[in-house]
C-alpha cells in the first residue's frame, strides 16, 4: 500500500506542488505513530496482545471504501500485464538470507558455515537480482531509474535514515519498560514529543522544498537527527523520566520532519509518471530493508555489548562464573524478570546490586549502539549533500498533472508515440 500512495500524489499532483503533498502524507503517518503506541499500550495493559492485531479491521474498512470514493485510477497504459516472478524470487530469498543471516549469527556463531553460506549465497542471490532486472523484458526494478542522481541518493539516504532511527525504537523501549519499569501505555506516551514534531515540521518543511529545493532541507534535518541521537545518548540513565527523554525525541522528530517528506520529494521529482510507482516502490522497499537491518545489526550490537558490559559490571560481585554467565544470558534475551531465579538461594540479598549492575549495563550498551545510528545519520549528511537542488516552476506543462486520471494517461500516450 505504502509505494501506491506514493506513486498516486506522483501522479495527482504537479510537481511544483508534490513537496507539500509528500509533508502531508508526511504528517499523517506520524499520526498514526503517535496514536499507535497509546493504543496498542492501552489494549496489551487490559487485553491479550493478540487483539492488537484486530485494530486493523475497521481502520481497513474504512479505508476501503474511502479508496474507492475519493483516490483516482492512475493506470499506465504502457503497462505489461506479465509479473516479474524471477525477480521477486530472487530478491525476496536474498534479502530474507541477509537478514536471517544478521538476526541469527549471535546464536549460530558468526564463524558458522550456516551463517556464513546464508550471507554469501543472499549477496549472491540480490547480484544475479540485478543481471536478472538488465535483461527481463519488463522488471519489477527499473534499473534506469538509478541514473538520476537524485533517485540513488535518495535512495541511499532513506536507508541509513531507517537504518539509524529504527535501530533505536527497539532497543529504547526496551529500556523504558524493563530497565525504567515504565508501562506499556508509559512506555507509547513517552515518545510522542518525537510524533508531533514530526506531524507539525513534516508539512512545513515539504512545502518549502518546493520553494528552495530539498537539498539544505535534508541536510538539517539529518543534522538535527544526529543531534537527537546523542541528545538521547546524554539523557539516558538510570534516572531518565519521560521529561528529562522529551527534548531530545523532539529534536530527533523534528529532524525526521525535516528528512523523509523533502527526500521522497526530490528523489520523485525527476521520475516519469508512468513508471512513479516503481520508482515509489523502490523507495519505500529500500526504506523497510534500511528497517530491518537497523533492527538486527542494531539488536545484534546491543546483545553483544550486554555481554560484555555485564560481565564488567558483575565482576565486583561474589557470584559464581556460571551464575554470571547466566545472568549476562538473561540480560541479553531481555528476560528481567527471569533473573531473580539466576540467584543461589544464599545469596538472595545480593539481588538489588545484581539488579543495579544489569541496569548500568543495558544503559552502556543502549549508549554503544546508539552512537552507531548517529554514525549512521552523519552519513546521511554527507549523501544529502550530493543531491541535485532541483526547484521545479510553474509551468502550463506542470498542470497537465492536475488532468483527471484518464485524460493525463492519454496525453502520456500520445507524447510516447510522437
Known amino acids: 500500500m505504502m509505494p501506491q500512495s506514493l506513486a498516486i500524489i506522483s501522479n495527482v499532483f ?41 485494530i486493523n479491521l475497521p481502520v481497513g474498512i474504512v479505508a476501503i471504501f474511502a479508496t474507492l470514493a475519493i483516490v483516482p485510477e492512475s493506470t499506465d497504459p504502457l503497462a505489461s500485464r506479465s509479473i516479474d516472478w524471477g525477480g521477486i524470487l530472487l530478491s ?9 543471516a544478521l538476526i541469527e549469527g549471535n546464536s549460530h556463531g558468526w564463524t558458522s ?15 544475479a537480482f540485478v543481471w536478472w532486472e538488465r535483461r527481463v523484458p519488463d522488471p519489477m526494478m527499473k534499473i534506469e531509474l ?49 510524533s508531533l514534531t514530526i506531524l507539525m515540521v513534516a508539512p512545513l518543511a515539504g512545502r518549502l522544498s518546493d520553494r528552495i529545493g530539498a537539498r539544505w532541507i535534508i541536510v538539517t534535518g539529518m543534522s538535527l537527527m544526529t543531534t537527537g541521537i546523542l541528545l538521547i545518548i546524554a539523557r539516558s540513565n538510570l ?14 522528530g523534528a529532524g525526521m520532519g525535516m528528512t523523509f517528506a523533502p527526500m521522497t520529494a ?18 519505500n522497499t529500500t526504506r523497510n530493508i534500511g528497517q530491518v537491518l537497523g533492527i538486527a545489526i542494531m539488536g545484534t550490537l546491543l546483545q553483544n555489548r550486554l555481554n560484555a558490559h555485564a560481565a564488567d559490571q558483575l565482576a565486583n560481585l561474589p557470584l559464581a562464573p556460571d551464575v554470571r554467565a547466566n545472568i549476562s544470558h538473561l540480560l ?24 543495579l549492575a ?18 549512521a545519520c552523519l552519513v546521511g549528511v554527507a549523501c544529502a549533500l550530493m543531491l541535485r537542488n532541483v526547484v521545479v516552476p510553474v509551468t502550463p506543462a506542470n498542470r497537465s498533472h492536475d488532468l483527471p486520471a484518464k485524460e493525463a494517461a492519454q496525453r502520456e500516450l500520445a507524447r510516447v508515440a510522437d
Open 14 to 54: 504537479p510537481p511544483e506542488k508534490r513537496g507539500a503533498a509528500m509533508g502531508i502524507w508526511g504528517s499523517i503517518v506520524a499520526v498514526g505513530a503517535v496514536l499507535g503506541p497509546i493504543i496498542g499500550g492501552l489494549i496489551v495493559t487490559h487485553y491479550a496482545w493478540e487483539w492488537v492485531f484486530l
Open 92 to 100: 525476496g530469498i536474498g534479502i530474507f538470507s541477509i537478514v536471517y
Open 113 to 127: 558455515p550456516l551463517i556464513i553460506g546464508m550471507l554469501v549465497g543472499g549477496f549472491a542471490l540480490l547480484a
Open 146 to 194: 538509478f541514473k538520476l542522481r537524485n533517485f540513488w541518493v535518495g535512495n541511499v539516504i532513506s536507508l541509513v535514515v531507517a537504518f539509524g532511527m529504527f535501530g533505536i525504537f527497539f532497543p529504547i523501549t526496551i529500556f523504558l519498560q524493563s530497565v525504567l519499569g515504565f508501562t506499556p501505555i508509559r512506555a507509547g506516551l513517552s515518545m510522542i514529543p518525537m
Open 239 to 252: 534516572d531518565t523520566t519521560v521529561w528529562t527523554l522529551a527534548p531530545a525525541l523532539a529534536v530527533c
Open 266 to 283: 526530490a528523489a520523485m521529482r525527476e521520475v516519469p509518471p508512468r513508471i512513479s510507482g516503481s520508482a515509489s516502490g523502490i523507495i
Open 332 to 355: 541479553a534475551a531481555s528476560r528481567f524478570e527471569d533473573i531473580p531465579n539466576a540467584l543461589p538461594p544464599a545469596q538472595a540479598d545480593l539481588l538489588p546490586q545484581v539488579f
Open 358 to 375: 544489569v541496569q548500568q549495563a543495558f544503559v552502556d550498551s543502549l549508549h554503544n549502539v546508539f552512537f552507531v545510528a548517529a554514525l
